[in-house]
């Protein structure tokens, strides 16, 4: 992909509407019956997040991804979404992990790094 598609692909997320979305007490009740274990791949992510992370680690970006985040920040708290850059790069770490889990050698993070490897 160019970074005129990645920049295309960018700002169209963030001038996109985010849906509302209502939960009925129906849905609410059959969501509370539901196993302890969560099963799909965006409950264990957010689980995942809501659990406040104590470890610490450096890492570094670039100015265009840390502009990038600083603006994803801004078009979601436009929207009346709390977030921060903490919590979508630790939402965007356990996605990958979580890929990688589910889909291996066939991954986003094994083909991008076999990628950089070339």
């Known amino acids: 992909?160019?970074?005129v598609e990645d920049d295309s692909t960018f700002a169209?997320?963030?001038n996109a509407e985010r849906p509302k979305?209502?939960?009925s007490s129906k849905a609410s009740s059959q969501a509370s019956k539901l196993a302890?274990?969560?099963t799909d791949s965006?409950?264990?992510i957010r689980r995942a997040v809501k659990e406040i992370g104590k470890e610490s680690g450096g890492y570094r970006f670039s100015a265009v991804e840390k502009e990038q985040l600083a603006d994803t920040v801004y078009a979601?708290?436009?929207q009346g979404v709390t977030t921060d850059q903490n919590q979508i790069v630790r939402i965007?770490?356990?996605y990958l992990l979580e890929d990688l889990k589910e889909n291996g050698d066939?991954?986003?993070l094994a083909e991008t790094l076999e990628r950089l490897n070339a």
């Open 1 to 3: 992909m160019s970074d």
């Open 12 to 14: 169209s997320l963030m």
């Open 21 to 23: 979305v209502q939960a």
């Open 36 to 38: 302890v274990e969560p």
């Open 42 to 44: 965006f409950e264990r």
């Open 76 to 78: 979601f708290r436009k």
């Open 92 to 94: 965007a770490v356990n």
């Open 106 to 108: 066939t991954s986003i």
